[in-house]
């Protein structure tokens, strides 16, 4: 079975600093796909970025980049910049493709410190 | 668009008692999922749909009962309420080649 693990359940950031979130799967699958998901206080999940597997190349949107290895099974999320606004739960989850499974991460708490 | 809304956002239920959460959207989306979501838990997977008419157990389907006869909409039914299924309950949607699941703002549900 999948499993998707965040061992951070809270974590703080001063403002305009960059934090690194961590996250560790499982998986005996080739072809899958990772993603983080920000929670605010307002409960809405948001895509905050995606990975395939099959791409080498990290992933960036704007301010949010992660580092994918591979062999290791981690994805982190490096937020730089960190905003007020990123003060949110962050959850990690992988799809195996073709299974319509999305295996979710325990969520680590952001705290954005002024 | 709207996109994925869910009805109630809060619900207050005895043990025992039955009720039905509807999930609606309007993107035309093929698959549909229903998601509880527990303190410490993460998001676990009730229930999904990838098409009208089909339904699949996820990781927790004990308890809980789901339909889909039209393509926007995703109901997901408690027969019997037990206060073992208080949490908030997702529902999210997604189209064929695109995995990014689009979510419901949450029903908040607390069995007494």
């Known amino acids: 079975a999948q499993t998707v693990t965040q061992s951070q359940p809270e974590m703080s950031v001063q403002e305009a600093e960059t934090v690194t979130l961590s996250c560790t799967y499982d998986t005996s699958e080739s072809d899958y796909y990772l993603f983080w998901y920000k929670q605010p206080p307002s409960r809405q999940m948001i895509l905050v970025i995606r990975q395939e597997a099959y791409k080498q190349q990290n992933a960036t949107e704007n301010r949010f980049s992660v580092n994918f290895q591979k062999a290791a099974k981690s994805f982190s999320l490096k937020i730089s910049d960190s905003q007020l606004g990123d003060a949110a739960m962050y959850f990690c989850?992988?799809?195996?493709?073709?299974?319509?499974?999305?295996?979710f991460g325990t969520g680590t708490r952001l705290k954005v410190l002024a | 668009n709207a996109g994925v809304t869910q009805t109630p956002k809060f619900r207050v239920l005895k043990t025992g008692q039955s009720m039905t959460l509807l999930c609606a959207q309007d993107?035309?989306?093929?698959?549909m999922y229903w998601y509880r979501q527990d303190p410490g838990m993460g998001l676990r997977l009730i229930h999904y749909s990838v098409g009208e008419g089909t339904t699949a157990k996820g990781e927790v389907p004990d308890g809980y009962n789901v339909s889909r006869l039209k393509k926007q909409n995703f109901l997901l039914g408690l027969e019997s309420a037990a206060p073992s299924q208080t949490s908030v309950y997702f529902c999210?949607?997604?189209?064929?080649?695109?995995?990014?699941?689009?979510f419901g703002p949450g029903t908040r549900l607390t069995v007494t």
């Open positions: 999210a949607s997604s189209y064929f080649g695109n995995y990014e699941q689009y």
């Open positions: 993107m035309n989306h093929e698959y």
């Open positions: 989850a992988c799809l195996i493709s073709g299974t319509y499974k999305y295996i």
